[in-house]
């Protein structure tokens, strides 16, 4: 099939069939460069949300702190870092939201709101801190109160004691009486000691469930005493005792009050700080599970960048090897093609130059092929043909047929044109041969009137006999040179 097409055609197939597939491995390469930067692209963002993950966790744990640094002082100080550490958080929080896929984007809104629920829980542990202090305050006042009252009912029956005793008679009786209730006073003064004592144990206790312990217990005693007081304002009928115990009752009361208020508050902070606690861990959840899942993102992109990166290598060495190798079929086949039909036709010219045998033939396979070998096995072809023409003319005239005609095919045919050439000088002293034997048949009759003549004509006819013998041998000499460069 290759035979019917021209040699600049095969070639240039050959060479777009060599160039397609430098595309293609061209364009193989250029896929698996496009890849390689869509992966290292996808891992840098990967690495980026980890990167913002890391800070993001880093200024959640720092909020955190910032809410146990600020339990009982929120200074301005104490302000602008939380305001800087807000925006820094809300910064990241705007830049990775829709930068999150998958599992993920569901989970990082909801780290941000447990944070959102923990600030507000924050904000509101310290308002209740902030009631708390004011509870303390008023239980410290309050104390304070219960005992100037306590105090005073002891100077009252102190009065009472002294203006007794100006009555002998009941002296004794009511000597007994005061001093009891004082005793009884004074008792009451040590408990509200005690019951101080422990509220402030209370207050410096840091686990809020030995607080509430201590607050029930406090406030127990507390409502022990204002029993005590209740029963002692009974016995009592002096309006002035009773004012007194009266007012200790009143302040007792209040004490009371802001113990239960206090202790109410406390039960707030647990539960809120319980709550801290859980959201503090649920936001530690979060942020584990948002890491894991990007180290696994970046693994899965890392890996699919390998595999892809090896796939794409081995495409391009087989595309590569496959171009060789069509590279070299191709240089084999048509180098072989082209070169056994010009060496067919070289060595018939050599054949035909070296032996001059013109009846050797060109296989016909090659002579019929559409390119240029079956050109040149055509035109070789027809050259010998021409010799062979010029060959059987020789033989002619070599056998004496001199009328043959020689084809002259153009004004550079040298060959034909100098055979032609001769032809006609032989021709032409042919001629003159035809018209001398005339001439000397003419003059046979005259012989004999003149011997002198019929010497000079015989003499003459020599001569033009030698002119002919001469031309012959010309000829002879002419035709075997033609027959010899034809052969050549």
Same mark, same amino acid.
Not at 400 to 405: K, L, P, V, Y
């Given at each position: #099939? ?11 197939a050959?060479? &777009? ?12 390469a ?8 869509r992966?290292?692209?996808a ?11 890391l800070?993001?966790r ?6 955190q702190?910032?809410?146990v640094?600020?339990?009982l ?14 925006? /820094? ?60 009252? #306590?105090? =005073? ?6 009065e ?7 009555? %002998?008679?009941?002296?004794?009786? %009511?000597?007994?009486e ?5 005793? =009884? ?11 101080? =004592? ?14 509430k ?15 005590? &007081?209740d ?10 005792? =009773? ?8 302040? %007792? ?9 206090n202790? @109410? &508050?406390?039960?707030?902070? /647990? ?7 859980e ?31 090896? !796939? ?13 190798v069509?590279?070299? %079929? ?11 039909g ?10 035909i130059?070296?032996?001059?045998? !013109?009846?050797f ?6 002579? @019929? ?20 023409k ?9 056998e ?6 020689v ?13 032609? @050439? #001769? ?12 018209? $001398? ?22 003499? /003459? $006819? ?8 001469? @031309?012959?041998?010309?000829? $002879?000499?002419?035709?075997?040179t ?7």
């Open positions: #099939m290759l035979n019917k097409f021209r040699i600049g055609t095969k070639l240039t050959g060479f &777009l069939l060599v160039v397609a597939l430098l595309v293609v491995m061209a364009g193989v250029w896929y698996a460069l496009g890849e390689s930067q992966s290292t692209a891992m840098m963002e990967v690495q980026d949300l980890l990167t913002d993950t800070t993001y880093r200024l959640l744990n720092t909020a702190l910032q809410a640094s600020g339990t002082n929120r200074d301005t100080v104490w302000q602008e870092n939380r305001k800087k550490t807000d925006a /820094e958080i809300n910064e990241i929080e705007v830049r990775v939201k829709d930068l999150f896929a998958g599992e993920n984007k569901e989970i990082f809104p909801k780290l941000v709101a447990a944070y959102e629920q923990y600030r507000k829980n924050d904000d509101d542990w310290y308002a209740i801190e902030a009631k708390r202090a004011a509870a303390q305050k008023n239980m410290v006042e309050t104390a304070t109160k219960v005992i100037a009252a #306590m105090q =005073r009912a002891l100077e009252v029956y102190q009472h004691l002294d203006a007794s005793k100006a009555t %002998v008679d009941e002296a004794e009786k %009511v000597d007994s005061i001093a009891g209730r004082m005793l =009884r006073i004074s008792g009451y003064i040590g408990d509200i000691q005690e019951v101080r =004592r422990s509220f402030f144990f209370m207050m410096a206790e840091p686990k809020f469930e030995e607080q312990k201590i607050g029930e217990s406090t406030g127990n005693e507390v409502q022990k005493l204002g029993k005590n &007081l029963a002692l304002l009974a016995e009592v009928t002096g309006p002035r005792r =009773r004012e007194a115990i009266g007012n200790a009752i009143n302040a %007792v009361s209040d004490w009371r009050k802001y113990l239960a208020e202790i @109410s &508050l406390v039960t707030q902070q /647990e539960t809120g700080s319980g709550k801290q606690a959201l503090s861990t649920e936001m530690t959840g979060y942020l584990e599970d948002l890491m894991k899942n990007l180290r696994t993102r970046f693994g899965e992109i890392r890996d699919k960048s390998v595999k892809t990166d090896a !796939l794409m290598n081995r495409i391009i060495m087989v595309v590569a090897v496959f171009a060789v069509v590279g070299l %079929v191709l240089s084999v086949v048509l180098s072989r093609n082209i070169s056994v010009v060496r067919e036709v070289a060595s018939a010219t050599k054949h130059a070296e032996t001059g045998d !013109l009846s033939e060109i296989p016909p396979h090659f002579i @019929s092929r559409g390119d240029e070998v079956g050109d040149l096995a055509k035109s070789t072809n027809n050259v010998i043909g021409e010799f062979r010029v060959a059987a003319m020789a033989k002619q005239l070599a004496g047929n001199w009328q043959t005609q084809h002259i095919r153009g004004d550079l045919d040298a060959m034909n044109q100098d055979l032609a @050439s #001769m032809l006609d000088q032989v021709n032409h002293a042919l001629r003159e041969i035809n018209d $001398s034997v005339k001439q000397v048949a003419t003059g046979a009759g005259e012989v004999s009137s003149a011997s002198v003549t019929l010497s000079s004509g015989a003499q /003459e $006819s020599a001569a033009s006999l030698e002119e002919i013998t001469a @031309s012959m041998s010309e000829i $002879s000499s002419q035709t075997k033609n027959a010899e460069n034809a052969a050549n």
